[in-house]
């Protein structure tokens, strides 16, 4: 079993420091246009892949809480709290999107 994961561990290894060298080559070779560009569309990507994290974690969230408070669905005041709750997820995960979005946005304006 241990021999297994080294294995899997020193395979990945390998994989990734080959595709290291080989995207680097690449980079090397560019001019600066080429490499802002590249630069630029890594930046999109992890913002996309960040604002997908931010998602995903309050769509657990908001059904962590439904799940958790769905035995009391009947009482009214339960329900307004379930909604409340929510509710402050939805408007947390819409803050920090935009904090992803906004963020490298104002730092643009003063470089």
Same mark, same amino acid.
């Given at each position: ?39 630029? *569309? ?5 913002? $996309?892949?960040?604002? %997908? +994290? =931010?998602? @995903? ?5 908001? &059904? ?15 329900? *307004? ?5 929510? $509710?402050?997820?939805? %408007? +947390? =995960?819409? @803050? ?5 979005? &906004? ?9």
């Amino acid at each position: 079993m241990k021999f297994n994961r080294m294995k899997a561990l020193t395979v990945s290894s390998a994989t990734a420091i080959y595709l290291g060298l080989m995207n680097a080559q690449v980079v090397f070779a560019a001019d600066g246009g080429e490499v802002k560009s590249k630069l630029t *569309s890594a930046g999109k990507t992890i913002q $996309g892949i960040l604002t %997908g +994290l =931010v998602v @995903l974690v309050g769509i657990c969230v908001a &059904l962590f809480i439904i799940i958790k408070r769905m035995p009391d669905a009947d009482d009214p005041r339960e329900k *307004s709290e379930v909604y409340h709750a929510v $509710g402050r997820v939805a %408007g +947390l =995960v819409a @803050l920090a999107a935009a904090i992803i979005w &906004l963020l490298p946005w104002v730092y643009s304006l003063f470089t």
